[in-house]
C-alpha cells in the first residue's frame, strides 16, 4: 500500500508571485467564517408562504493559525511573509485557498539555551475571502 503525499501549505503575494511553501503545516487554525445567508418568508397571492434566501457578501474579520518552528529558516521565512503588506493567497493541506492580509507573527520562545529555534507561532490575518 502506498502512502499518500502530504501537501503543504503555500503562500503566494499576488503583486509580486513569489510563492514559500512551509516546511511543516500549521497545526491549529481557525474555522473559516461562515457565508451569511439572509432568509425571508412571505405569503404569496394564494396565500402560501414563500421563502427567499439572499447570500450576503463575506465581512473581512480576524483569522488565526499556528503551528511548530524547528529551524532558523522557517523562523526567518515566517517573519518576512507576515511582513509583506498587500494580500496573501494562501493554499492550505486540503487544497483550499484563501485571502488573507497578515498582521502579526507571534513566536512563543521558551527559555531555552541560545540558538535553539524550537518554539510555537501564531500567525494573526485579517480574513478576506474564501477562493476555493
Do not use: C
Not at 87 to 111: A, E
Amino acid at each position: 500500500m502506498t502512502a499518500l503525499p502530504t501537501l503543504r501549505w503555500v503562500l503566494l503575494d499576488e503583486d509580486t508571485d513569489e510563492t514559500v511553501t512551509l516546511t511543516i503545516n500549521p497545526n491549529t487554525m481557525d474555522a473559516f467564517p461562515t457565508e451569511r445567508q439572509l432568509t425571508n418568508a412571505f405569503p404569496s397571492r394564494n396565500n402560501q408562504e414563500r421563502q427567499r434566501t439572499f447570500q450576503l457578501p463575506n465581512v473581512p474579520g480576524a483569522f488565526s493559525w499556528g503551528g511548530a518552528i524547528r529551524t532558523e529558516a522557517q523562523f526567518t521565512t515566517l517573519r518576512t511573509w507576515v511582513r509583506r503588506s498587500g494580500i496573501i493567497l494562501v493554499t492550505d493541506h486540503m487544497g483550499r485557498s484563501f485571502r488573507v492580509v497578515m498582521r502579526s507573527f507571534k513566536p512563543d520562545r521558551k527559555p531555552r539555551r541560545p540558538g535553539n529555534y524550537r518554539m510555537k507561532y501564531t500567525i494573526n490575518t485579517q480574513w478576506i475571502e474564501r477562493v476555493s
